[in-house]
C-alpha cells in the first residue's frame, strides 16, 4: 500500500525529470567534460588539460572583477529595483483611479525588446544629445551634466539602473500576486480591533510577505547576476572593464579567444558561486522568518 | 476555464503540431540543388537575383538562407560542424586561427587545384590581397597544409572620413584635410572651440582601436618589428609601442575625439557621422551603403589616417570582406565550387557592387563605382590584415591592449603603465605555451 | 496626491520607449534619428505592410504563436505536477531532486548549445518542432517549479484535507483544488514563459535548417543586418512581436487581481 502511494507519487514529477535529464544534464556532463580540457570548440580532438582551468580561474583578475561588477548591479537591483516593485505593487493593491492602467504599464519594460531598451537609453544617455543632458542643463543642473555611459565613475551605476528599470516589472507582478492572496478579512479583523493603516501593513502585510520576498529576492539575484544582453547594447562592456559582467567574459572566451573549454570552466564555477549565494540568502531567510 | 475547454485546446494545438510538422519542405529530391548559409542582410535581396540567374542559365538550384546577426550565424555555422551538418557553401566569420580550425577537423575544401587551373586563370582574377587573407602559407604558424581555401566575394578597407560641411563650419578647407598626425591635432583644437565633435569610431566593440592602433604601429616602426612583437622578440615595453600608445593619449588631449567614443558602437558612430554630427569617422567601406541610407546628401570623402612618421609607410587594414568556403564533405562540392567561379566572375561582381554598394573581388569589375568608394579603393594599395601575417597575437594580449588604450582615453592609465601591463600578459601566454 | 505622482512618473518612464518604438516604426530610415520629434511628420504605415512581408511574417507569426502556446501548456502541465509532488508528497529522493532542478537555475551553460544541438541530432529531433518545444520546455521548467512550489507550500491545507476525505485522489485533488487556488502564481508562469519563448531566437536558429520552422524572433533579426540596420522596419517589426505578448499579459493579469478570497476557506 504504501509503495503503491510512493510509486503515484513518482508519476507527479516524472515528465519533469524525463525532460530536465535529457535536456539539462546530459549538456551540463558534456560541459562539466569540456571544462576539463583545451579545447577551441571546433577541432574534433581536445587536449585533457585537468583542473588547469580552474587554477587560471582564480588567477583570472578580470574574472573577479567581473563578479563584483555583477554584485554591485545585482545589489541595486535588490535594493532600488525591488523597492520600486513592493512600493508600486502596494499602491496598486489598494483601491485608486486607474489601477488597471498601471498594471498595464508597469510590465511594458520587461516585455520590450533589449533592442529597443538598448537604443532609447542610449539616445537618452547621450553625452551630447541626450534627453537627460538635456533636461539637467534646463532645470539648472548643468554641473550634473557627462557621458553617463562612457564615464568610468558613471557608467556601472547608469547600467545597474536602467537595468533594473527594465526588471522592476517582473517583481511588480510577483508582489501583487502575493499582495492579492492576503485575505481582506485579515486586515478588516486588524481595523475593528482598532488598528491603523501602519499597524497593518507590520502585522499583517510584511509576516504573509516575508516568502515572498524571499522568492522576490533569489529570483533577482539569480537573474542580474546573470544579465548581459543590455549591457552589450549600451557599452559593450566598457569603458575599459567598467561595465564588465561573467557571462560577457564567458561569451568572450567562447567566441573572442575560442577557448571552449575555459568557458566552460567559468560557467561552471559562476554556477557554483550562485548556488553558494543562493544558498546563504535561503538559509538567512529561515531565520528572519524565525524572529 | 472549464476542464473540457483546456483539453479541446490541447487537442487543436497538438493537430496543428502535427500538421505543420507534415508540411516542413521535404527534401527537394530530383533538381541539384546548393545550399549557402550567409549572415549578410543587406545583400539577400542581390543574392536571391543572382541565384534567379544562375538557375536560369545552368538549371542548378542555389539555395541562399539567412541566419542574422552574425554572432547567431557563428554560433550555428560552430554547431552544424560539430554535428557534421554544414551546408555545401558557407563563410567562417572569425579569426584566421578558427579558420586554421575548421581546415584541420577536414570542413573545408581545398580550393588550390581548381585556382591554379587554365594556368591560375581564377586565382588571378582577383586583387591578390583578397586572396591572400583566404590563403595559407608556407610554414604557416598555425600547421595548415598551404593552399587556398576560401574565396573572397568582395573586398574593403577601413579608413578615415571626414566631413566636408563640418570642415566648412570649422573654417578648413574641405579640399585640403589634414595629412600629418599633427595637423589632425591641431584640428581637434579647433574642434574643441567650436563645441563640435571630432572623430567617432565603434571603439566599444574594442577591435576598431586595435585596427587604428595597428596601422600607427606599422607607420611608425614598420611591419617587421610588429611581427617580431608578435612572434615574442620585441617587448611591447619598446619605446616605439609606447609611442603608439601616447598617440591616443594626444588625441585625447587635443579634443579630436568624441567623447563617449570608448564605449560607442560602431553603428551608434555611423549614425552620427551620417547626420553631420562628427566631423571625422574611423570606419570601413561598408560605410559608404550605410551613410546613403541615413543621409544621402552627406557631404565626405576618404581619406588615410594621418601619418606620423615618413620612415614607414602608412598602412591600413584592407582585404576581403565576406568570403565563401566550399564543404569537403559536401555532396555537391564540384557543382558548388563551379557557382562559386560564376559567383566571383567580372559580370557578377559587377552587378554585386553597383548592388549593394562594395567594393568587387574581381579585378575587372572595378567599373562603374561612387567616387567615394574609389578613394576606398584606392587604399588599397596600403592595405594589411593580420589574417595575412601568418601569426597571431594571443587574444589575451590583443584584449588587455585595446581595454588598455580605452583606459588611457579615459585617463586611468598612462602609456607607460599600459605597455608594462600587456607585456606582463604576454609574458604570461608565452610561458604557457612552453 | 504624491502617490498619484509617484506612479505617474515611473509610468511615464515606462511608456516612453513604447511610443519611441512605434513612433519610430513610423518613419523613414533617415528621419529616424534626425528628427528627434515623438511624431512623426509623415506616417509611413506602410513600413508595418512591408515589415510583414520581407520578414514573412505570416508563417514565422504562426510558428512563435504556436511553440509560445504548446511550451507554456507543457511547462503549466509538467512544473505544477512537480511542484505539487515536492510541496505535499512524500517519496524517497525528493530532496535531492529538488535541490537539482534549484541548481539548474543558478548554473548557466552558455556553451550548452551545442551539446544540445548534438544531443538533438542523435534523438532525431533536431530540425523539428518537437524537439524546440521540449528543450524550451526544459528552460523554464526549474524556475517554474521554484514559483509554484513556494506557492503550494503557503497554501491552506483545509481545503485538500476536505477533498482527500471526499475521496478524490491524489491527481484529483491537484486538478480541482491546488490548480485553481493557484491561478495568481499559475498566471505569472504563464507570462513568464510565453515572454521566454516569444522571445527566444539563439536555439531557434541554431537546431532549425529549414526555414519553415522558424519563429518570428529570427525574421525580426535579419532586418539587424551586419552593417545596416533597417531601423523603420525593425521597430515596426518589434512592435507587431511586442503585441501578443502584451495581450497575454492583460488576459492574465486578470487572474493576478482576482487571487484568492477566503470564502473559500471558511465556506
Known amino acids: 500500500m504504501r509503495t503503491k502511494s510512493t510509486l503515484e507519487n513518482y508519476v507527479f514529477v516524472l515528465p519533469a525529470v524525463l525532460i530536465f535529464s535529457i535536456f539539462y544534464i546530459v549538456p551540463f556532463i558534456w560541459v562539466c567534460r569540456y571544462s576539463l580540457h583545451d579545447w577551441d570548440g571546433i577541432m574534433p580532438i581536445m587536449t585533457y588539460i585537468g583542473l588547469a582551468n580552474f587554477k587560471e580561474i582564480i588567477q583570472d583578475k578580470i574574472w573577479w572583477g567581473s563578479m563584483l561588477n555583477a554584485g554591485y548591479i545585482t ?65 539648472g543642473f548643468p554641473n550634473l551634466v557627462r557621458n553617463w555611459l562612457s564615464d568610468p565613475q558613471t557608467a556601472l551605476t547608469t547600467v545597474a539602473i536602467v537595468h533594473s528599470w527594465k526588471g522592476f516589472g517582473w517583481g511588480f507582478l510577483i508582489f501583487l500576486a502575493g499582495l492579492q492572496t492576503i485575505p481582506r478579512e485579515l486586515y478588516e479583523a486588524a481595523r475593528v480591533d482598532g488598528a491603523n493603516a501602519w499597524y497593518c501593513f507590520r502585522k499583517v502585510t510584511i509576516p504573509l510577505m516575508i516568502p515572498v520576498a524571499v522568492l522576490v529576492a533569489i529570483l533577482t539575484v539569480l537573474g542580474t547576476m546573470q544579465a548581459f544582453v543590455l549591457i552589450i547594447a549600451m557599452t559593450g562592456g566598457g569603458p575599459a572593464y567598467h561595465t564588465q559582467v561573467p557571462v560577457l567574459r564567458i561569451l568572450a572566451s567562447m567566441r573572442g579567444s575560442s577557448r571552449f573549454g575555459y568557458a566552460c570552466a567559468q560557467g561552471l564555477s559562476f554556477g557554483l558561486i550562485l548556488i553558494a549565494i543562493s544558498f546563504i540568502q535561503y538559509r538567512f531567510s529561515k531565520r528572519a522568518r524565525q524572529v | 476555464m472549464s476542464k473540457s475547454k483546456i483539453l479541446k485546446f490541447v487537442i487543436c494545438a497538438y493537430v496543428f503540431g502535427i500538421l505543420i510538422n507534415g508540411c516542413a519542405p521535404k527534401k527537394e529530391a530530383q533538381k541539384q540543388t546548393i545550399s549557402v548559409w550567409h549572415w549578410m542582410t543587406d545583400r539577400e535581396a542581390a543574392f536571391f537575383e543572382l541565384a534567379k540567374r544562375y538557375e ?38 572569425g579569426e584566421k586561427r578558427d579558420f586554421a580550425s575548421f581546415i584541420k577537423a577536414g570542413h573545408i575544401l581545398d580550393l588550390t587545384p581548381c585556382m591554379e587551373e587554365n594556368s591560375g586563370s581564377w586565382k588571378e582574377s582577383f586583387f591578390s590581397k583578397a586572396l591572400a587573407i583566404n590563403e595559407f602559407r608556407e610554414g604557416n604558424s598555425y600547421g595548415v597544409v598551404p593552399g587556398i581555401y576560401g574565396v573572397p566575394i568582395d573586398i574593403m578597407t577601413i579608413q578615415m572620413v571626414y566631413n566636408k560641411n563640418l570642415f566648412k563650419r570649422l573654417g578648413l578647407n574641405p579640399a585640403n584635410p589634414p595629412v600629418t598626425f599633427q595637423e589632425f591635432l591641431d584640428i581637434g583644437k579647433k574642434i574643441k572651440q567650436a563645441n563640435m565633435q571630432g572623430l567617432v569610431s565603434g571603439w566599444g566593440e574594442v577591435w576598431m582601436i586595435d585596427c587604428l592602433a ?41 579634443g579630436v575625439l568624441a567623447s563617449g567614443i570608448v564605449t560607442m558602437v560602431n553603428k551608434t558612430a555611423e549614425q552620427l557621422f551620417a547626420n553631420d554630427r562628427a566631423v571625422f569617422a574611423f570606419n570601413g567601406s561598408w560605410c559608404v551603403n550605410v551613410y546613403k541610407g541615413m543621409n544621402p546628401d552627406l557631404d565626405y570623402a576618404a581619406i588615410l589616417p594621418p601619418k606620423v612618421s615618413d620612415k614607414y609607410p602608412m598602412m591600413i587594414w584592407g582585404g576581403a570582406g565576406s568570403s565563401f568556403m566550399v564543404n569537403a564533405r559536401s555532396k555537391n562540392k564540384e557543382a558548388a565550387v563551379k557557382f562559386l567561379m560564376w559567383l566571383t566572375d567580372r559580370d557578377q561582381q559587377a552587378y554585386l557592387a553597383e548592388a549593394t554598394n562594395n567594393l568587387p573581388a574581381n579585378k575587372n569589375s572595378l567599373t562603374k563605382i561612387p567616387e567615394i568608394l574609389a578613394q576606398f579603393a584606392k587604399g588599397m594599395e596600403f592595405a594589411t590584415h593580420p589574417s595575412i601575417w601568418g601569426v597571431s597575437e594571443f587574444s589575451a594580449v590583443i584584449e588587455a591592449f585595446d581595454k588598455g588604450i580605452q583606459s588611457i582615453i579615459i585617463g586611468e592609465k598612462t602609456p607607460e603603465q599600459v605597455a608594462s601591463e600587456v607585456q606582463k600578459i604576454k609574458e604570461r601566454e608565452l610561458a604557457k605555451r612552453r | ?100 532542478f534549484m541548481a539548474a537555475m543558478m548554473i548557466p551553460i552558455p556553451g550548452s548549445f551545442v551539446p544540445l544541438y548534438i544531443l538533438l541530432n542523435k534523438l532525431h529531433l533536431r530540425n523539428t518542432a518537437l524537439g524546440y518545444i521540449l528543450a524550451m520546455i526544459n528552460v523554464g521548467l526549474s524556475t517554474s517549479i521554484f514559483l509554484l512550489k513556494t506557492f503550494f507550500d503557503k497554501m491552506p491545507t483545509e481545503l485538500e484535507d476536505a477533498a482527500r476525505i471526499d475521496g478524490c485522489s491524489k491527481l484529483g485533488i491537484w486538478w480541482n483544488v491546488a490548480l485553481p487556488l493557484a491561478k495568481p502564481v499559475l498566471a505569472v508562469v504563464v507570462v513568464f514563459n510565453a515572454l521566454t519563448v516569444w522571445n527566444e531566437y539563439v536555439l531557434a536558429l541554431i537546431i532549425f535548417d529549414s526555414r519553415a520552422l522558424m519563429p518570428l524572433q529570427v525574421a525580426l533579426m535579419t532586418f539587424q543586418g551586419e552593417f545596416i540596420t533597417r531601423y523603420p522596419l525593425l521597430m515596426a517589426g518589434l512592435t507587431i512581436t511586442a503585441l501578443p505578448i502584451i495581450i497575454i499579459y492583460l488576459l492574465m493579469q486578470k487572474y493576478i487581481v482576482k487571487g484568492v478570497t477566503a470564502g473559500a476557506i471558511v465556506g
Open chain 2, 214 to 254: 595597428n596601422n600607427y604601429a606599422f607607420n611608425i616602426m614598420g611591419k617587421d618589428k610588429v611581427l617580431a612583437t608578435i612572434k615574442g622578440e620585441v617587448p611591447y615595453t619598446d619605446p616605439d609601442w609606447i609611442k603608439v600608445l601616447s598617440l591616443f593619449k594626444d588625441m585625447q588631449d587635443s
Open chain 3, 1 to 100: 496626491m504624491l502617490i498619484h505622482l509617484f506612479l505617474i512618473t515611473i509610468a511615464a518612464t515606462c511608456l516612453f520607449p513604447l511610443v519611441w518604438m512605434i513612433s519610430s516604426s513610423l518613419k523613414t530610415q533617415g528621419e529616424i534619428f534626425r528628427d528627434t520629434s515623438l511624431v512623426p511628420k509623415v506616417f509611413h504605415f506602410e513600413n508595418y505592410y512591408l515589415a510583414w512581408q520581407e520578414g514573412g511574417f505570416g508563417r514565422f507569426f504562426l510558428n512563435s504563436i504556436f511553440y509560445t502556446a504548446s511550451v507554456v501548456i507543457g511547462i503549466v502541465i509538467v512544473a505544477s505536477l512537480a511542484a505539487y509532488a515536492f510541496s505535499r508528497l512524500r517519496f524517497p529522493g525528493k530532496n535531492i531532486l529538488f535541490f537539482m
Open chain 1, 75 to 139: 545589489l541595486i537591483a535588490l535594493t532600488f529595483q525591488n523597492a520600486l516593485a513592493f512600493l508600486l505593487a502596494w499602491a496598486c493593491d489598494r483601491e485608486i483611479r486607474l489601477k488597471n492602467f498601471y498594471r498595464v504599464i508597469f510590465f511594458i519594460p520587461p516585455v520590450l525588446s533589449e533592442v529597443v531598451v538598448g537604443l532609447v537609453w542610449q539616445w537618452i544617455l547621450d553625452g551630447n544629445y541626450g534627453l537627460l543632458n538635456h533636461w539637467l542643463s534646463h532645470l
Open chain 2, 56 to 93: 536560369a542559365q545552368t538549371g542548378v538550384k542555389v539555395n541562399f538562407e539567412l541566419y542574422a546577426p552574425s554572432d547567431a550565424y557563428s554560433q550555428k555555422v560552430r554547431a552544424a560542424a560539430q554535428g557534421i551538418n554544414l551546408p555545401d557553401v558557407f563563410g567562417i566569420l
